[in-house]
């Protein structure tokens, strides 16, 4: 049962332009939500969060908007550097607390961003 | 300030062997969460641990998987009789507090290949 969900496997986009990576969700007690960034051979970096109190948040260069009646986020890579190339992954948290702090990663998406 | 430590960083284990993996969380971080990544998936929660407790364990194989967070030293993930199906990526993350608005930070990872 996989309750995020990241349905492109892959994207390719050009220096300059905007990456769009779309994440879904099921379960709607999660309302805490995160994307990682992940080279190969390396574990994932944090890049950004964003609580589902909220519909947008904004750092740099990314920002991710979330849909809660939709149950769907994406995060915006504006403008897109071939250093960005990395597969990305959402991920979300239900609560607060104890039980509740495991991360419930989608399957990744890897952007390629060409010169 | 170091970030998450794991090693081995690579470990080859022969089938029905036991295989030792260690993590070592941030300064500060009393919180460390063990993901497994096999090819081609993303990162699945395996077991949740604080100080001399495990807190979530509902990511665990039932046999063969133990892992343990003692007072003094690394947390380990130990995986008796290693099979081939458990060649993965074996993460570490940490955090300083359980929930809200903190992040996981993860270590490099550990590839295990059982032949």
């Known amino acids: 049962d996989q309750q995020v969900k990241q349905n492109s496997p892959s994207l390719s986009v050009q220096e300059g332009r905007i990456s769009i990576l779309n994440c879904d969700y099921t379960?709607?007690?999660?309302?805490?939500f995160l994307w990682y960034k992940k080279y190969p051979a390396e574990g994932p970096t944090f890049l950004i969060s964003?609580?589902?109190?909220?519909d947008k948040n904004e750092d740099g260069r990314f920002t991710v908007f979330l849909n809660k009646s939709a149950k769907h986020l994406s995060l915006h890579i504006v403008p897109s550097q071939p250093g960005d190339s990395a597969v990305y992954f959402c991920?979300?948290?239900?609560?607060?607390?104890?039980?509740?702090?495991?991360?419930?990663f989608g399957t990744g998406t890897r952007l390629q961003v060409t010169l | 300030n170091a970030g998450v430590m794991q090693n081995p960083r690579h470990l080859v284990r022969r089938r029905g062997q036991e295989a030792r993996l260690r993590c070592s969380p941030m300064?500060?971080?009393?919180?460390v969460y063990w993901y497994r990544q096999l090819p081609e998936e993303g990162l699945k929660f395996m077991v949740y641990?604080?100080?001399?407790?495990?807190?979530?364990e509902s990511g665990m194989p039932k046999e063969r998987f133990s892992a343990e967070f003692p007072k003094e030293g690394p947390s380990i993930l130990r995986i008796q009789q290693v099979v081939r199906g458990d060649s993965a990526a074996y993460f570490c993350?940490?955090?300083?507090?359980?929930?809200?608005?903190?992040?996981?930070?993860f270590g490099p990872g550990t590839r295990l290949t059982v032949t």
């Open positions: 379960n709607s007690m999660f309302d805490y």
């Open positions: 300064k500060g971080h009393s919180h």
């Open positions: 991920a979300a948290r239900v609560g607060n607390t104890g039980t509740a702090s495991k991360l419930t």
């Open positions: 993350a940490s955090s300083p507090l359980a929930g809200g608005g903190y992040e996981q930070y």
């Open positions: 964003i609580s589902s109190i909220k």
């Open positions: 641990l604080q100080k001399e407790n495990i807190i979530d």
